[in-house]
């Protein structure tokens, strides 16, 4: 029986409706809407699209949404002359520097994204990327979360997929995905509770060892490497939950990290590309963004 098929757009869907409701409430009770701050250096196709879906989705749960458009040109000096005045505004809820940053190739000036990810105001750091989010988060009382790890805590907790006393293989380490990810699944307990925590993690990357004996031992494989199709249906356990976080485009085609045809035959369930992980990572910036409203009206 082919995998049943995990859909984060309407999980997305709700979560936004939720966020929508309750950023009502927040202004009705006399407070100025929050609004989310995005800046993005360079005419990058992609992240033009990303920054378009996020002022989309802000408007449609009520926040208000402002984009400082930059030219690739623009300098360190500049940008962090950028993310000063929107940390000193109080208008601004949330801020969000899309990455990535232009490379030289690409016109840029060779930014340190590092440096300018550390000069957002933890309080406003709704991508939850600055140093002061990370160490909150590894010590077990996070404040923001990184959307997408979040937004598949919430994919799992909303499917009555447990993850405790699992196995969970997640394969990628990046800052964004896989690093937290697998912090977030290891901790007693989650923002949906300790069914969606206290998992047993493996945290595998490009130099594993037996990468297919490491994947095949997962009750639960979360494929964040951006790889296309790189886990095969033979990597996976029968009737193992596979969460796919790659998005790749191949031949104006997108395709995960995960070859789905082989993958639907041994899954139990399973997230499509698109509408899988993608529409959640936006959702949980929604969430983020009020948050973070709400912390700086207190
Ligand atoms: N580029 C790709 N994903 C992201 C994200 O989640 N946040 C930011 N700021 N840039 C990104």
Redesign the pocket.
């Known amino acids: 029986m082919p995998a049943t098929r995990l859909d984060g757009k309407k999980i997305a869907a709700e979560i936004r409706s939720e966020v929508a409701a309750d950023v009502e409430s927040f202004v009705a009770a006399g407070n100025a809407p929050p609004q989310l701050a995005a800046i993005l250096v360079g005419d990058d196709p992609a992240?033009q699209v990303?920054v378009r879906n996020k002022e989309r989705a802000c408007e449609k749960a009520g926040i208000a949404s402002r984009l400082d458009r930059l030219p690739a040109s623009t300098t360190q000096a500049e940008l962090l002359a950028k993310v000063a005045e929107l940390n000193a505004d109080p208008a601004a809820s949330g801020i969000?520097?899309?990455?990535?940053l232009p490379s030289p190739e690409a016109g840029g000036t060779g930014i340190d994204e590092r440096a300018v990810l550390d000069a957002i105001d933890p309080i406003k750091d709704v991508?939850a990327?600055s140093p002061v989010n990370v160490g909150l988060l590894m010590q077990g009382r996070p404040r923001f979360l990184p959307?997408?790890p979040h937004g598949i805590v919430q994919l799992l907790s909303r499917t009555n997929i447990s993850t405790s006393g699992k196995h969970v293989v997640v394969v990628g380490r990046s800052d964004?995905v896989g690093k937290p990810m697998a912090m977030m699944l290891a901790q007693k307990d989650s923002t949906c509770g300790p069914e969606t925590a206290n998992a047993t993690v493996t945290l595998a990357h490009s130099r594993t060892q037996d990468l297919a004996e490491v994947c095949r031992s997962a009750d639960i494989l979360i494929a964040a490497v951006g790889r296309p199709e790189m886990i095969r249906g033979e990597m996976i356990r029968e009737g193992a939950v596979v969460i796919d976080v790659g998005i790749n485009r191949v031949d104006d085609r997108l395709v995960g990290d995960v070859a789905f045809a082989e993958a639907e035959n041994v899954a139990s369930a399973i997230t499509p590309v698109p509408g899988g992980v993608g529409p959640l990572?936006i959702a949980m910036?929604l969430h983020n963004t009020l948050m973070a409203a709400k912390m700086q009206a207190a």
């Open positions: 992240s990303y969000l520097v899309q990455l990535p991508d990327f959307c997408t964004i990572t910036l």
